[in-house]
């Protein structure tokens, strides 16, 4: 499907958001861990619970990522999830970190966020990822639908989504050379934020071409974020809705009242990700308990050091100066935080106090 919008989808312009008096603006990214002692249902309580949380806190926006059959992560579905913290807070607003494009069709992507930005005005993000979210397997199964699938098209995926999100649609040309008028919703008041997410500098010169804000996976390795900024700043291209380029920093964070405990809280998905890596078969996260006693191999040792060394694992007074560093040195004003805590044994199935404290305790030192 090749479609022609009108023009430019225009976004609000307060629907930038900006930092407060000059402190940095922080938001949350959650994939939605599954401790051994939680069901799927607690682990969404739990981040119905932290989503509510950041709102009251002050954080600028909250995306659910797409992940899929990890034992793990119970975040499956953004447009689901989004419907759901949305309705359960008031002002934060609440996105797709990321809707992996690929896996599903432009249409369907494009009316499921007109909905939410319908029932949510100038309160959704749309952030779109070419990656699988899942293991070669699963991404054959999710991709058993012809041209959606191939992964080439993203970027004409990525005009589609933004044509049919134009309140005056667009102009579909079919089989007969006749052109069809397409909308992703029958009266839109408003449109989605568009935001391109990546890993790599495709992404970041595919966000400065189609001028797009764009945020890359800084949480993921730490590594090309520099070059992928220059290469999206410089080359940017204004668009109707953007004059400028926008981006923020991505950080794997825990913090308690000890960098001691800090550690502690945030073992378990040090591990997690270790064995991820090192191609082991995962299971739910472990407890803090479980992660004391956990014996890993020399290699994951040696990975978990290295990501301790990234993470921002600390007190609060030495996290905060960390995210302000990050942040000075990439240029951002926002720094979007996966808190990354587990919990104790005897702590409530349905909540996640470690990831609760580490956003209150950055809340304190940063947002003022």
Sequence with gaps: MTTVPASEPVSAPDSIPTSRSGSLALSVLDLIPVRGNQTSADAMQATVALAKRADE???????????????????????????????????????SGGVMLPNHSPLVVAEQFALLEAAFPGRIDLGLGRAPGSDPVITAFLRQSGTTSEVDKFPDHIRDIRALLHPEGASLR?????DYLLKATPRSGSVPDVWLLGSSDYSAKLAAALGLPYVFAHHFSGEGTERALELYRTGFTPSEAWAEPRTFLTANVSVAPTRAEALALALPQLQQMARLRSGQQLS???????????????????????????????????????????????????????????????????????????????????LV
């Design 174 to 178: 079919i089989a007969s050379g006749q």
């Design 57 to 95: 806190l002050g954080f600028t926006r909250y995306w659910l990522a797409e992940h899929h059959n990890m034992p793990s992560v119970a975040a499956t579905n953004p447009p689901v999830l989004i419907g759901l913290i949305a309705a359960q807070t008031a002002r934060i607003r609440v996105g």
């Design 284 to 366: 739910a996260v472990d407890t803090v308990e479980d992660a004391a006693r956990a014996s890993m191999t020399e290699l994951q040792q040696q990975m978990i050091d290295r990501m301790i060394e990234r993470w921002i694992i600390d007190e609060p007074v030495a996290a905060a100066d960390r995210l302000r560093e990050l942040a000075s040195r990439f240029g951002v004003d926002e720094v979007m935080v996966s808190p990354s805590a587990s919990a104790y044994a005897a702590e409530s199935a349905q909540a996640a106090p470690g990831r609760v404290r580490t956003l209150e305790l950055l809340a304190a030192e940063l």
